[in-house]
């Protein structure tokens, strides 16, 4: 299983960027799916995440700015994030528990895509 993570780049304050993240591989269903992100310096911090059954959780920063969603049959998760902060620059990771064709689940990490927001 492969999680390619995509979207990032540079963008102005106040800008906007849709990340994607999408599953490959022996997959039989993706459950919880989150978003994380890791500014220079700092801890890798949560910024939104999905459970299967379509609940969401955002971390207060960016609630009301940025959405979580999923497309099942495209295997994929997306991050729209909206109003954009200079110090929301950072790598932004996605995540997946994903149960594979042997019946076995785990957590699976893209390799991660530059955000760069400019004041």
């Known amino acids: 299983v492969q999680l390619q993570a995509s979207g990032g780049g540079l963008v102005q304050a106040g800008g906007s960027l849709r990340l994607s993240c999408a599953a490959s591989g022996s997959i039989v269903s993706i459950n919880a799916v989150a978003w994380y992100r890791q500014a220079p310096g700092k801890q890798r911090e949560l910024v939104a995440a999905?459970?299967?059954?379509?609940?969401?959780y955002y971390a207060d920063s960016v609630k009301g700015r940025f959405t979580i969603s999923r497309d099942s049959a495209r295997k994929t998760v997306y991050l729209q994030m909206n109003s954009l902060k200079p110090d929301e620059t950072a790598v932004y990771y996605c995540s997946a528990r994903v149960k594979d064709k042997a019946g076995d689940e785990y957590e699976h990490w893209g390799q991660g895509t530059q955000v760069t927001v400019s004041s």
């Open positions: 999905m459970s299967p059954g379509g609940d969401t």
